[in-house]
Structures are given as C-alpha cells and as structure tokens.
C-alpha cells in the first residue's frame, strides 16, 4: 500500500535491527502516521490488546512475530520450549474471536521442536512469521482478483455508472499486511478504471471504519462517504447500495461468520432489500474445527468506556471525551455473528463459494479430511 511516496505492509522486521518488528500505529490514525517498535512478547501482546494492531490477518502475523522475540528471549537458564509454549498461550489470550490469532502461533510453533538450539528456534520462527505476512499478503491479493469480478458485472449492469458499495468496520490493508480483504476488490476495481464509491460504516465504538477505512479510502483515491452506523438500512431501501461486502474474523465451516459488531443487522437488511451481501475471507480465518457460529464463537467483550467515551482530534492532540451520564452503564460485545443464510457468498483466495458446508468443502477439500 502507497503512503505518499512510500510503499508500507503493515507489519515488518526492521532491516538493520532484526531483533525490532515495526508496526504502524493504529491508535494514531488518522490523526498521526507513526511506526511502533515491537521488542518482546509484552509489546505484542500490548499492541495487540490495546489495538496498536488489529484486525484478524494482523493480529495473527504480529503474534507469529510475537514468538520469534520469545525465541530471542531465551537465556542459558530458559527451557526454551516451555518459554516458547507460554509465550504462544499468552499471545493467544490476548483476543478471543478471530482465529488468525491462534492459527498464526499454532502455524509457528509446529515449526519448532526441542532438538533445535535457541538460534534456531529463533531462525525458524522468524521464517514463519514472515512466511505467515506473505501468506496473507497473497490470500488478499487473491481474493481481490475473484471479488472484483463481483464489481465488474455491476458496473456493466450499470452501465458505467458508480458500484456503491457498503462496507463495516475496516477489513482493508491496514486489518491485514497488504491489500485487505474487503477492500482488495474495490482497489482493484478502482484502479481497473471502474467506478466505485464507498459507503463506510463508522463503526461505533472504537470508529474503525470513520478513522481507518475512510484512511485507507483517501489515500488509494477511491471516493468514499462515511455514514452513521445506522444509515445503511435506509441506503439500501433507496437504492443506493448495489453490494455489501465485509471481512470476517472467524467463519464456521458451515459459513457462519463473526465479525465486527453491527454486521448482522447490515446482513438483514440487505436481506430485506435483495442486496447482495458478500464476506471476504482467506482460509486463515475460517475455524475448520466448528459448525455453528452464535454456539461455538467467543464474542469478545471490551471495556465499556470505548462506548461511554469517544477519541477525536482536539487542538492537533487525540483527546476522549464523556457522551452519557458519569455513571452511565454500558455494553461493548465486539462482534456479532451473521448467520450464513443471509450470506450471499463467501470470496476467499481459492473463488467464490456459497456459505454452506459445501461449498467451503468445495473450495478447501483438504481441511474437510
Ligand atoms: O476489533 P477489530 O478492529 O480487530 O475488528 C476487525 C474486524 O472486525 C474486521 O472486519 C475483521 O478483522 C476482518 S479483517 C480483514
């Protein structure tokens, strides 16, 4: 992704210091674009806690990362296998709903064995850490190259005029290394010369998609409108949304998909409205071990500040301000889980399948074994 003159992913180990992973610092968006550097596993684990990263294919590349600067921890007086297994279950307590994050530490450690010395169990999770960002850099990519079709076939039926396109939260570059996953059809499409317009949700509480996926948007110059969270209903009623599509942080084998709080209710009304609704998701973020979303699918549930307060820009400094009575009571459940009924289909890196059990068999026979 191009950043003024400058290509950036969004995680990457420093080439003169490689013990240094560098991130871009997600809570500084869009107000400031600073890098943060990552020296052990407590500073992954805080980046990813207090969501200096995030967004599922990140978080699960910062926690493989993670485990490297465990391997660089350890001394004469670690085991380091055991050091290595504590880091892995601390990173993955870290978050509860995408399963990029487990997938990711458990993709690593299956790596490394106890007859490596401590050099090599460093060598070799540092190689699958980055074998994990290229990875997901080419699921994206892909992804993109299947979902654009989906863009393709409106603006012919449009007949040039602009694909509205409606998306939540941000599933762009910025929540995985490169390209994104909602978003990678609607780059393409743009700089295909087709085009589009993108109708982003805020995306209350923490605002992902005002303050990340407008970011990205603007800086692509693909032409975007913010909308309140609770917009996109009477959109669609209007006519003015031709396809939703979002990311997701964990899919069920059966197509259920968790992601952001809030795209359930896009899901149903785009239901309502005969709007085609289209989660993209690569492999990684499909939990091949369950079947039912609302059932099996932890529901992250965060601090309710994030929804007692908001962060803005105040006199060039990032302040939070109270919306509700002092003692006000408040909820903050993460995610939400859309039934994979209302998904019109799923884009992954492999094509586009349906959301059912057979059509994920379909596309990925060799995790149905
Ligand atoms: O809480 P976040 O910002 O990590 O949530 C991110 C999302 O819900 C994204 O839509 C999801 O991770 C898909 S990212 C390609």
Redesign the pocket.
């Known amino acids: 992704m191009r950043i003024g003159n400058q290509l950036y992913q969004t995680i990457w180990l420093d080439e003169s210091d490689p013990s240094v992973v560098r991130v871009i610092d997600q809570q500084r968006l869009p107000f400031f674009f600073e890098i943060k550097e990552l020296r052990s596993v407590e500073d992954v684990y805080n980046a990813i806690d207090l ?1 200096t990263v ?4 990140l ?1 699960g590349a910062a926690a493989a990362f993670g485990i490297y600067l465990a391997a660089l921890e350890i001394t004469v007086n670690t085991n380091p296998l055991s050091h290595l297994h504590n880091a892995a279950r601390y990173l993955v307590s870290c978050r509860p709903t ?1 399963v990029n994050l487990a997938w990711a530490v458990d993709f690593v450690m299956k790596r490394l064995s106890d007859e490596m010395s401590a050099e090599e169990l460093a060598d070799t999770s540092r190689g699958a850490a980055i074998e994990i960002c290229e990875l997901e850099k080419e699921n994206c990519r892909q992804i993109g190259l299947h979902g654009v079709k989906l863009i393709e076939s409106i603006s012919e039926k449009k007949k040039g005029e602009p694909v509205n396109i409606l998306t939540h ?3 762009g570059w910025l ?2 290394i490169d390209y ?3 978003t990678a059809p609607v780059y393409l499409a743009h700089d295909k010369g087709i085009k589009v317009h993108v109708w982003v949700d805020e995306t209350r509480p ?1 605002n ?1 998609g005002a303050r990340l996926t407008a970011y990205e948007l603007g800086q692509h110059g693909v032409p975007y409108t913010i909308i309140p969270d609770n917009s996109g209903g009477h959109l669609m009623q209007h006519n003015m949304v031709d396809i939703v599509i ?4 964990r899919t069920t084998k059966a197509g259920d998909s968790a ?2 709080t809030g795209t359930y209710l896009k899901a149903l009304a785009a239901a309502d409205n005969k709007i085609p609704f289209y989660s993209a998701v690569p492999s990684t973020s499909i939990d091949f071990s369950i079947l039912d979303g609302i059932k099996e699918v932890e529901i992250e549930e965060r601090d309710p500040e994030e929804v007692t307060k908001i962060e803005g820009l105040l006199h060039g400094k990032i302040e939070q301000v109270r919306l509700c009575p002092e003692d006000a009571k408040a909820a903050n459940y ?2 939400d889980i859309t039934p994979a009924r209302f998904i019109t289909g799923i884009i992954t890196e492999k094509g586009i399948c349906s959301a059912t059990e057979e059509g994920i068999k379909e596309m990925f026979p060799d995790k149905f074994i």
């Open positions: 969501m995030r967004g599922a294919p978080i995408a939260c941000n599933a929540a995985c994104g996953t909602a923490r992902q979002v990311g997701s942080d992601n952001k993460g995610f």
